[in-house]
């Protein structure tokens, strides 16, 4: 399978309620490359790469997370990054 890279933004209740962590540890278990970081105007963005099929896991285990309450995701896809290795929290 490809890998594809998808920027996202979740709009929600998804500050101070560990979902940067989350979202780390869930794309290191899929072998998702990327970051996630917390914007200034309450909401998280998020850059992906990985298969169709491992992007859509990781959005589905973020929305299964305790206290984390998501109420929009914008998604746009964007060009893979060839030499990326490892997901990161930026602060």
Do not use: C
């Not at 962590?21 to 963005?45: C, F, K, M, Q």
């Not at 589905?60 to 893979?80: A, Q």
């Amino acid at each position: 399978m490809g890998r594809i890279r998808y920027e996202l933004i979740f709009r929600g209740y998804v500050q101070g309620v560990g979902f940067r962590w989350r979202a780390y540890h869930a794309a290191n278990a899929l072998g998702i490359t990327g970051y996630v970081e917390n914007r200034p105007d309450g909401s998280v963005y998020m850059q992906a790469q990985g298969s169709e099929d491992e992007i859509s896991e990781l959005i589905d285990t973020l929305g299964r997370g305790s206290f984390i309450d998501i109420d929009d995701i914008e998604k746009k896809r964007l060009p893979p990054e060839e030499y990326e290795n490892g997901f990161e929290i930026r602060i």
